[in-house]
């Protein structure tokens, strides 16, 4: 991928992004940071974060999720726009994992947005795994440090499905919300075998629909249920810091009429209440912040290791013994040696 | 994942994987040490491998993919029988990335080997994607050397589809086959896609059908073009070395009825001759061998990263620094800092 940038340029962009005042401008350079980092990873973001890191940790993140056709985009439409309506400053995200179609904002985004799209203080992106250097979940959590930046008061980061990078995704979120309409029928299973963890309010949206008091029901029925079981918390296995105390409450919506709308945004405040009263917004930040670490340090070593182990003479002849199928001369021996040369290059 | 094995346990399998003679208990030690790599990762093969390397580089390996429905399984059926009438041994390891479901011989693989299934010389294996430690890729590495030591002649190794995943499955292949029978629509475009650069040999499975003439037809029209465009050799992208002066024969056959499996395995042993005349297999080993290091490296260093990140006191201080969102205190240059920490606990 060729990527046209200089140190000038990106600098220009963050400029701009600074500034108080909004405008087409500032927002064009936003987009163009948002591509850079899509582009080039963690390496251009090295250079991006650093420089707005102090404008950050303003921002109330909401993730949002459902599977296709759980009215997922109109609702994120119907929030976006009441939080507009307060006078905030609104940026969403929208993630699709699955899509290998690329970046900028879709024209789908436009139509569906179409009411706030020349709104200054509302901003909408799509962002899809392109095989992104760092991965999408990384690239992610970057572009959310820089619309923190831009100085907006919500980030909406909407994504679909249940899969890891979902769920790595929504690490970053202080509130996610899961929605599970009423009538797609697997959709309770697959919030048991990994969103249970992540959710903080679940959506029974497509309330005017049958089956969505029964689904309501279940769901309730289903936290009874997790209430009495232990999740072992278990950091190293990437699960998200469980709030006890919080039972997430089942809000019905109409994301098409926009019924209870306002009762959700009032979920979404008190559970974000309850998270700075009981501390828990702390706990929930050091684990994202300490996943974000991993995925930087993880990064930059596994290039250094490629470097070294595509680049580096010497490994010409390690390769020879390996292929020598000598006592002593296997792969994971051979590696060993290896990791010297990586101490001696990196850390000396 | 609870791992039922002891040291002694690993060492019993391994003694009697090394024994000359083929007998069922032989065949059950094999079946169990792979249920250990695919439970365990790296961590155990670490265990395994450095015992038998020295036993490996005898095993010729094979390469199979096509999409669903190219009649995959039959063909390799056939040709572990051919194989196995020539008086070889013969492994199989069916993997399939995208099924979560898991190992050991599964009953389908059990039916349609029938024949040969109790066949001292004949072994068959299923893989399939449950997050292993490491990857799947790696798992399968590590199974193949297994498989190598316990003195198979052929190692068939049959995947689905065309994903990343599986393109580094067949890093670790002497000779692949890419089956694209016909009357799958897509199938050549997805093959322009990734699985150009992996292929051997093509083979237009079920050559009773209509469409198989000009299945052959496109594919050479394909193969025409390739040879004029030049594939940039950029070994961290992680392709495979491309053999010039090969060009992959097409081969009609029918799996079902058995007609061209011969000429196809002709073509198999002219390929591997031509990777021995022109000096390529060197290439393609040392190949091989960089990514096997460079999965090894990884997955160490990763999880040192993560042990540090999400074990060690200090890491709290580096997180305080990062909430207080302070110039110079943003996620990259902290990791700077931490990196710090993991050179002194793991470097020195």
């Known amino acids: 991928m060729q990527m046209q940038y200089s140190d000038d340029l990106i600098q220009s962009y963050i400029d701009l992004i600074k500034q108080k005042e909004d405008s087409v401008k500032k927002k064009r350079a936003l987009a163009r940071l948002i591509t850079l980092i899509e582009n080039g990873g963690p390496e ?3 250079k991006i974060i650093p420089q707005i890191y102090n404008l950050t940790g303003h921002a109330k993140i909401i993730g949002i999720t459902g599977a296709p056709g759980s009215g997922k985009s109109t609702l994120t439409s119907q929030i976006a726009d009441h939080y ?10 929208a993630v699709d994992p699955t899509s290998p179609f690329s970046g900028g904002a879709l024209l789908g ?12 203080r509302f901003f909408i992106r799509s962002m899809a795994n392109r095989g992104q250097l760092g991965g999408l979940a990384m690239a992610t959590k970057d572009v959310i440090h820089v619309l923190d930046a831009y100085h907006s008061d919500i980030i909406i980061i909407e994504t679909v ?12 979120a202080h509130t996610t919300l899961v929605i599970t309409p009423p009538g797609l029928g697997d959709e309770i299973q697959a919030i048991k075998a990994g969103l249970m963890e992540i959710t903080d309010i679940f959506v029974v949206n497509k309330m005017d629909r049958d089956g969505a008091d029964k689904r309501v029901a279940e769901l309730q029925t289903m936290l009874d249920f997790a209430e009495n079981i232990e999740i072992k918390n278990d950091q190293t296995q990437a699960k998200v810091v469980r709030c006890d105390g919080w039972r997430p409450p089942v809000i019905k919506t109409n994301g098409v009429t926009g019924e209870n709308v306002p009762l959700l945004l009032e979920n979404i405040k008190k559970h974000q209440e309850f998270l700075n009263q009981t501390g828990f917004i702390k706990k929930r930040l050091q684990f994202r912040y300490k996943h974000y670490i991993v995925e930087i ?6 290039k250094n290791v490629e470097e070294i182990v595509f680049t580096n003479e010497k490994i010409n002849e390690f390769i020879e013994k390996i292929l020598s ?9 051979i590696s060993g040696a290896i990791m010297e040369i990586f101490r001696d290059r990196y850390f000396s």
Do not use: C, W
């Not at 499905?161 to 970053?172: L, M, R, T, W, Y």
């Open 44 to 46: 251009i973001a090295q």
């Open 84 to 93: 507009l309506e307060q006078g905030l400053k609104v940026s969403v995200i």
């Open 109 to 120: 985004d436009r139509i569906r947005m179409k009411k706030n799209f020349t709104n200054p």
């Open 161 to 172: 499905g249940v899969g890891q990078s979902e769920i790595d995704i929504f690490k970053s």
């Open 297 to 302: 340090l993880k990064y930059f070593l596994v």
């Open 325 to 333: 199928h000598e006592q002593g001369a296997d792969p994971y021996s």
